[in-house]
């Protein structure tokens, strides 16, 4: 004969839902989930970034040279000697602006990327690697500037520069292309007007790289016309924003 308590114990198991491993976010906050762990990934290759840009910033103060005792004989005080090295102080302010220009300019792109991916870290690798270049060519201006080698170590530095630029476009168009990386709600304007301005960079400089072989001064003032560009376009999404 059939028990009655076995049926009914074997009907209720049958008839039980599976359990399903519970999920620990709601469906509101699964997208707030994952929102959280892409800019923690972003906020480390900011923090990595900063701290290269800061060594290389730093770097160029070193070819700065204080005058000894001995290099003040017979040639008048300091103040002679320290002017005679304006090659070095010019190749210092120049790249010093140029690189803080970037790292603002770095800081920006970062405002509106919200996910990264493994092309996208060595793209940011890539320009790192250029900005830790820039103390050797700045040094080689220095060095050279008053020289015969003035317009090659002049194409040096501008090709760097020009070189940085390429890969500044690449990085920001990679992820900016169909929002790939970017923050959904990134403005569509102002994502185009960095695309826009962005342009001007790898333009210029290979500009700059051609004239040092016609003019070094007019090389180095491109130079320097690009990093106020910059900062001024920088400074004046800055304004917009507030």
């Not at 028990?3 to 009907?11: E, I, L, R, Y």
């Not at 990085?171 to 102002?190: N, T």
């Amino acid at each position: 004969s059939t028990n009655p308590g076995a049926a009914a114990f074997h009907q209720d198991v049958v008839c039980a839902p599976m359990s399903r491993p519970q999920d620990p976010f709601s469906s509101e906050e699964r997208p707030q989930a994952a929102e959280t762990a892409g800019e923690k990934e972003t906020g480390r290759i900011e923090a990595f970034s900063d701290g290269v840009f800061a060594i290389a910033i730093t770097l160029l103060v070193l070819d700065l040279k204080v005058p000894r005792s001995s290099d003040l004989a017979g040639s008048g005080g300091l103040v002679p000697v320290l002017l005679r090295q304006w090659p070095m102080f010019t190749a210092y302010l120049t790249s010093f602006a140029t690189i803080l220009v970037m790292w603002v300019n770095h800081h920006k792109l970062f405002t509106l990327i919200r996910r990264t991916n493994g092309a996208f870290l060595f793209l940011n690798g890539l320009l790192l690697l250029f900005v830790t270049f820039v103390p050797f060519p700045t040094a080689l201006v220095s060095e050279h500037l008053r020289g015969p080698e003035a317009p090659t170590a002049t194409a040096v530095y501008a090709a760097t520069y020009f070189g940085t630029a390429v890969v500044f476009n690449v990085l920001w168009r990679y992820a900016s292309g169909g929002m790939r990386l970017l923050d959904p709600r990134a403005d569509p304007g102002k994502v185009r007007a960095i695309t826009r301005d962005y342009r001007f960079g790898p333009v210029f400089y290979f500009a700059a790289f051609l004239f040092s072989f016609v003019s070094v001064a007019a090389s180095l003032a491109i130079c320097v016309g690009l990093a106020i560009f910059f900062a001024v376009t920088g400074s004046l999404e800055r304004t917009q924003e507030l």
